[in-house]
């Protein structure tokens, strides 16, 4: 778009308004939830800011102050708003609402009934009130996904979903304990506030997720298989959980044996080294501080856990993430820890963070066998074979951090997200950022003389619990 | 009878073009859509993504920009607010300097970016710091360029293994993943 020069004069000044409308709104936190955006209720009728309407409809803005008219432009598709004006100019159509677009503490407000006349097509957002929580949200491709019914049907637990659209389901995580699906909907309903006790379904909950919904569930280990049976003409999606394998099932993340977890070796690999120093503030170097906190875990679990322990470097060295991998698979190592110390641009941020690799992996064999042997396998990128361990290297991390928050060495944080130095490690493994050294009082501590000895004690405790599988 | 039929006729005629005129004078009812004017300058409010203080998650903030014409206009405008850095309560965590060389994005969803070397030569930080910075920038260009599903960084036209260490970059990343 080019603009004549005379006008850069009113367009700065259009845009310093708009800024300055735009700046009355809070900073919101984007880690609860899909973003949705609050109405505003005049005289009972709830409102939405035009500010907020452009930008859910990505809309370009343009501002008419002679005729007190805001054209917002998205695409093909174009919206007139005036003030004080209950018509509404949506491409060539004009629309009476029961009450007018009015001015607000400087910003348009649209009531919200507008969002149903809305064009309905592929190059515009569709956005959707929902009025139980007074909030406007764009519609995925999935549209709305209702409240689940929850049954057991011939020993299957089957939880199902209406759905008003045929958007994508996608399951983020294969284990029993977190089995997480995805669906490319937006949530409209209510959970059931109780599962039926003959059921695979242990708990169920909403997750935060950046787009459409997903729900966590935790399964008992009676469920050997699930699937998911899309029905868009009936308008409904099905979760299945069997107790057994069968044609069109799919299996669960491997698990690895139940009781005592046998480990025989444990690689630790001290972040960085050689010219890599890591995180450096004051005199706590990170690859000097993962060193000698890998020496004294070696200790620590040579002491208690009668393990062989295999450090990955014992010198000030650097390595590849090649030669890392390849130290913990040579030893045949029954868990690896990657060990690190965190830094950050704000002082607030401390405590511990776990990286593990996320549950997306199902067996081979279990696949063959869920599938006869016409069934296609679908091939895993050696870089990503940890994902194999991922049940297990999730509870290695949940058992760290259980241990480090009652030492009070927390707040922890857990992330599923394969870390750089877990890739082509054939074994479970997690990354463990053991303190944020910009944090000051994180720093005191490490530096004091106990401080690596006690986080040694505290991550050998968690060991020894993932170890003992309760 | 004719006569009598012929003046109903017209009497209903003349009753209808009144009407008709009437309507047409009815203010807003027909009125015409405003052009849209393409000469002066438009707004767009984009939604950016900084890191909370805790370093636990991901600060939203409204901010308005001049409407980029083209879709490397759009991620550069996006990526020189994020390295600007917050109005309000965030924490900028993209490395300074970053901007953009590059966008394109595929029928699929896929948007590439190929950011300046800056990227990579200005992080300092441990797994958070490099977390929240991929979140960062993820997570803005997909709440404000619809149809991208998908990022895949590049950077001065290399791919790029990681930014610190921690998280691989080989791949592209999925938006989704990012709450």
Do not use: C, Y
């Given at each position: 778009m080019t603009r004549p020069a005379g006008r850069l004069a009113p367009a700065a000044a259009a845009l310093a308004l708009l800024a300055l409308l735009a700046a009355g709104a809070p900073a919101k936190a984007a880690g609860d939830a899909l973003e949705t955006v609050p109405v505003t209720r005049v005289d009972g009728v709830p409102h939405l800011g035009a500010n907020e309407l452009a930008r859910l409809l990505d809309a370009a803005k343009f501002w008419r102050p002679d005729v007190r008219k805001l054209v917002l432009r998205s695409g093909a598709h174009h919206l007139v708003l005036t003030v004080d004006n209950p018509f509404v100019v949506a491409d060539d159509r004009t629309l009476r609402l029961s009450s007018p677009v009015i001015s607000l503490r400087g910003e348009l407000q649209v009531p919200v009934e507008l969002l149903e006349s809305l064009p309905r097509d592929s190059a515009l957002a569709r956005l959707y009130y929902d009025p139980r929580r007074g909030r406007v949200v764009v519609l995925p491709a999935g549209g709305t996904l209702g409240a689940p019914r929850v049954a057991v049907i011939e020993s299957a637990t089957r939880i199902t979903f209406p759905i008003d659209g045929s958007g994508e389901v996608t399951v983020a995580n294969r284990s029993r304990q977190h089995f997480r699906v995805r669906f490319d909907a937006f949530f409209t309903g209510a959970l059931p506030e109780s599962l039926p006790?003959?059921?695979?379904?242990l708990r169920l909950r909403s997750i935060p997720t950046s787009t459409g919904s997903a729900f966590e569930l935790a399964l008992s280990p009676e469920a050997q298989a699930f699937r998911i049976a899309r029905s868009p003409r009936a308008g409904r999606v099905t979760l299945e959980f069997s107790p057994r394998l069968g044609p069109g099932l799919e299996p669960f993340a491997p698990e690895g044996p139940r009781g005592v977890r046998p480990i025989h070796v444990v690689v630790i690999d001290p972040g960085h080294g050689g010219a890599d120093a890591g995180v450096t503030v004051g005199d706590a170097v990170e690859k000097d501080l993962t060193l000698a906190l890998a020496r004294q875990l070696r200790f620590e679990l040579e002491r208690r856990l009668a393990v062989r322990v295999v450090l990955t470097r014992d010198r000030d060295v650097a390595l590849s993430i090649e030669q890392r991998a390849q130290a913990a698979n040579k030893a045949r190592a029954d868990l690896v820890l990657s060990l690190h110390f965190d830094g950050f641009p704000a002082a607030a941020a401390r405590g511990a963070t776990v990286y593990c690799p996320p549950a997306t992996f199902a067996s081979r064999d279990a696949e063959a066998r869920a599938g006869g042997p016409g069934r296609p396998v679908a091939v895993l990128p050696w870089s990503d074979v940890a994902t194999r361990h991922a049940v297990q290297a999730r509870a290695l991390g949940d058992a760290v951090l259980g241990v480090m928050e009652l030492r009070g060495l927390g707040p922890v944080r857990l992330r599923e997200r394969l870390p750089l130095t877990l890739l082509g490690v054939n074994a479970p493994g997690i990354l463990l950022e053991c303190a944020t050294l910009t944090a000051p009082r994180d720093r005191a501590r490490v530096a004091q003389p106990s401080g690596l000895t006690d986080l040694a004690a505290g991550i050998a405790d968690g060991i020894v619990a993932y170890q003992r599988n309760d | 009878m004719k006569r009598r039929v012929l003046v109903v006729t017209l009497i209903l005629a003349v009753l209808a073009w009144a009407g008709w005129r009437w309507t047409q004078r009815r203010p807003g009812l027909h009125e015409r859509p405003a052009a849209v004017d393409t000469a002066s300058a438009g707004f767009r409010a984009v939604q950016l993504y900084f890191a909370s203080p805790g370093g636990d998650s991901l600060v939203g903030e409204a901010r308005e920009l001049v409407?980029?014409?083209t879709l490397h206009e759009r991620v550069a405008a996006l990526v020189r607010e994020l390295d600007r850095g917050p109005a309000r309560g965030g924490v900028a965590?993209?490395?300074?300097?970053t901007s953009v060389r590059f966008a394109y994005l595929d029928p699929d969803g896929l948007l590439t970016v190929d950011l300046s070397r800056s990227f990579v030569q200005g992080f300092h930080g441990g797994a958070d710091a490099e977390y929240l910075a991929v979140a960062s920038l993820v997570r803005t260009l997909a709440a404000n360029l619809s149809g991208v599903k998908r990022v895949l960084l590049v950077c001065g036209g290399e791919p790029i293994a990681t930014l610190g260490g921690h998280?691989?970059?080989?791949r592209p990343i999925d938006a989704s993943d990012w709450p």
């Open positions: 006790g003959d059921g695979s379904i | 409407e980029p014409a965590v993209l490395p300074a300097g998280i691989p970059l080989d």
